[in-house]
Structure formats: C-alpha cells, structure tokens
T-cell receptor, first 110, second 114 residues
Framework: QKEVEQNSGPLSVPEGAIASLNCTYSDRGSQSFFWYRQYSGKSPELIMFIYSNGDKEDGRFTAQLNKASQYVSLLIRDSQPSDSATYLCAVMDSNYQLIWGAGTKLIIKP | DAGVTQSPTHLIKTRGQQVTLRCSPISGHKSVSWYQQVLGQGPQFIFQYYEKEERGRGNFPDRFSARQFPNYSSELNVNALLLGDSALYLC?????????????FGPGTRLTVT
C-alpha cells in the first residue's frame, strides 16, 4: 500500500515567521513531488513541485527533497495570514499516479 | 487562458440515482484525472485518461466510470449512488501523464447524496 504521511496539525505560526511543513512517502520509485494549497471549500492549488534532491525556491516558498530519507518538506518564509490553509503533499508514484497525504492545516496568527 | 472548468458546481441526488459530472481541461492539455475528496481527507484517485484512453484506475467500485472525448473533455459517471458518495469531485488536467507533468485542478463539483 503506497502511502503519503503528513501531520494533520493544526500548525500555528506567528505572522512573519517561517512555517515548516513535512511529508514522508513509502514508494521508493516515486519521481515527482508536489505541494498544493487548499482553502476551505475550494479546490487544491499547485504552489510548488520538485523532482530532484535538494532545495527549490520560488518566492517565499522553498521545497526540499531527500529521496534517500523519502522525505519532502515545504518552507514558507515571512508567513502571512493569507497563507492560512490546508497544505497537501502529493507524490507521483512509479505508475505516474498521484498519491496524496491528508494535508496539514496551517494557521498564521497575526 | 481559461483554467480547468467543471460542471455542475453543486448537485443534490437521492440514493440509487445516477450522476454525470463534466470537465474541460486547460487548452493544450491532453490528460484528465478524476479525484474524490471527502471532508478532512486528501483527494483519492479515481481515473486518469490520456488521448481518450484510460491510463489508470483507483480503488473504486464499478459503479464509477469515465470517458474522454476527442476534444479532451471528460465525463465521470456514478451509478446507484450511495450516501458515502457524497464528496467533492475534482478534475485535474495536465499536458501528459509522465513524471514532470503537473496537474491543475478545476473548482470541483460538490455532490450531496440524500
């Protein structure tokens, strides 16, 4: 059974601080890794993707991938109240299908 | 450019009925995937289509079926609805089905079965 695990939270972070979201996956054949943001009642919105080990930065967001440890993370710098949402980790498995975590609820406190 | 569109936005059905959900992908995208998302959970993969052929099927009963048309739009059909089918149904499109192709989601269809 291929699994993607996330801490359900909620993760509470003060405004302006760094929010750190983590995800582990079970399928060593996984090749692509995605972070989606989902506001309540809305559909998931792609914010970051990463394919290679290491860090990838895009504005205030940094995705980190460690394939040896089967671990992917998302850092949000200078957190804003508008970043409050559920963050979903999705992993493309060896069959090119997305396996999803249950999401981490992030709350940014003003 | 228009994003992924889905219709209808909301739907209320009775147990035992049948429902058809529709999805139009981003222009140029040839792959459509369907997901079911129950409140508080991540999306669950139902089907993936590419160039009108089924490329993947998740762990859903045969009551669920789908197809993709020559213009790459897609329909998801669910027969003999159960209360447990109540969920947000999401459609995502991508250029292809291999690694490196990101999926972009439509607004979803909220299905309520009473």
């Amino acid at each position: 059974q291929k699994e993607v695990e996330q801490n359900s939270g909620p993760l509470s972070v003060p405004e302006g601080a760094i929010a750190s979201l983590n995800c582990t996956y079970s399928d060593r054949g996984s090749q692509s890794f995605f972070w989606y943001r989902q506001y309540s009642g809305k559909s998931p919105e792609l914010i970051m993707f990463i394919y290679s080990n290491g860090d990838k930065e895009d504005g205030r967001f940094t995705a980190q991938l460690n394939k040896a440890s089967q671990y992917v993370s998302l850092l949000i710098r200078d957190s804003q109240p508008s970043d409050s949402a559920t963050y979903l980790c999705a992993v493309m498995d060896s069959n090119y299908q997305l396996i999803w975590g249950a999401g981490t609820k992030l709350i940014i406190k003003p | 450019d228009a994003g992924v569109t889905q219709s209808p936005t909301h739907l209320i059905k009775t147990r035992g009925q049948q429902v058809t959900l529709r999805c139009s992908p981003i222009s140029g995208h040839k792959s459509v995937s369907w997901y079911q998302q129950v409140l508080g959970q991540g999306p669950q993969f139902i089907f993936q289509y590419y160039e009108k052929e089924e490329r993947g099927r998740g762990n859903f009963p045969d009551r669920f079926s789908a197809r993709q048309f020559p213009n790459y739009s897609s329909e998801l059909n669910v027969n003999a609805l159960l209360l447990g089918d109540s969920a947000l149904y999401l459609c995502a499109s991508s250029l292809g089905v291999r690694s490196g192709y990101e999926q972009y989601f439509g607004p979803g269809t909220r299905l309520t079965v009473t």
